[in-house]
């Protein structure tokens, strides 16, 4: 009797494990519905890009920030490290500028704000592998000193781009290729990437494993230094990116810039069903995380249903909602 009653279960248990899997997707589905009801121009091709736009940013770093929280780690710092990359790109943009030409300083900024990500991650990599210190406390830290550091620069004011520079620059966020917006290429495309690289790599598979049990992945001959530093490094390009994208959307850095970006692409990869504990999560899960969020934010501007003063508050809610579901598992 108790295994018929167990063969009769299972079917039931399978669906739901696959309704749970879903549960984004059923979720980003079941928003645009209600957005289409709430508001007629909910579903038209200006907003629907207007949303991807927005997602861009915090969906590239997302990107990355799935790849650390898979392994088991955690990065406090990505809105702060936004912030100061942003400002040293511009202040070394209107420096070059006069010495090298326009098209030249906008150029080797861009390369700029990618190796300044790349260094800050492997900062994070060597104190939180080698130098065997908590992600939460290390990056918790650096949010502190990228931020100071910015405010230092631009003296509690702002760091503002050159008009000549923004005209040539601009084209980076504002231009389209085939009607698409260039940032949510580059999304796409870093987001293609990820999926590959988590999925298709030997690197992939070690992420995953450190993250599910880093003992066994030691003896397993996992060199678990040298991928969580490369964990780190690649979240840092993809906030590089990210920021170099940024840059020309507003042509200047202020010590508010980035802010909350942190909590945002924590909350886009947990609600993409990626396990807070790691070992186990997706880049297809993380995009679709981001978008629900970015869609929430535009039901809330659209429709006012609450103050726009609030979409933090309920980014909030998400993420405790989601690690509630999330108790348990691994």
């Not at 629907?48 to 929280?69: E, R």
């Not at 942003?86 to 030409?101: E, K, R």
């Not at 504002?174 to 690289?197: E, H, K, Q, R, W």
């Not at 042509?251 to 692409?265: D, I, K, V, Y």
Request: with cysteine; glycine share 12%; hydrophobic share 55%.
């Amino acid at each position: 009797m108790p295994q018929e009653r167990a063969d009769q279960a299972a079917p039931a248990r399978r669906l739901w494990n696959r309704l749970h899997g879903q549960g984004p997707v059923i979720g980003l589905v079941l928003l645009c519905i209600a957005g289409m009801l709430l508001h007629e121009n909910f579903a038209t091709y200006d907003n629907l890009m207007n949303v991807l736009k927005n997602t861009s940013f915090i969906g590239i770093i997302a990107v990355g920030m799935c790849f650390v929280i898979i392994s088991g780690g955690i990065d406090l710092s990505v809105g702060s490290m936004a912030a100061l990359i942003a400002g040293v790109v511009i202040l070394s943009m209107n420096a070059m500028a006069p010495s090298f030409g326009m098209l030249t300083a906008v150029v080797i900024g861009m390369l700029l704000a990618v190796l300044l990500g790349a260094l800050f991650g492997l900062v994070h990599g060597l104190l939180i592998s080698k130098g065997r210190i908590e992600p939460f406390i290390v990056t918790l830290g650096t949010l502190g000193i990228f931020r100071a550091y910015l405010t230092y620069f631009s003296n509690g004011g702002a760091i503002t781009l050159d008009n000549d520079l923004s005209d040539i620059y601009g084209p980076v966020y504002y231009a389209d290729l085939a009607g698409v917006p260039i940032p949510v290429l580059v999304f796409l495309l870093v987001a293609l990437l990820g999926g590959v690289i988590l999925n298709r790599t030997a690197y992939g598979r070690y992420v995953q494993a450190i993250g599910s049990n880093e003992q066994v992945a030691q003896y397993a001959a996992v060199d678990v230094h040298r991928i969580k530093i490369l964990t780190y490094m690649l979240l840092g390009i993809c906030v590089g990116i990210a920021t170099l994208l940024y840059v020309p959307r507003l042509g200047s850095a202020s010590p508010t810039t980035g802010l909350l970006w942190e909590l945002e692409a924590i909350a886009a990869v947990i609600v993409g069903g990626t396990v807070l504990k790691g070992g186990a999560g997706s880049i297809t899960g993380t995009v679709v995380g981001a978008v629900l969020l970015s869609v929430i934010g535009n039901i809330l501007n659209l429709s006012s249903i609450i103050s726009v003063y609030l979409n933090s508050a309920v980014q909030g809610f998400v993420i405790i909602a989601v690690a509630f579901i999330q108790r348990g598992r691994r």
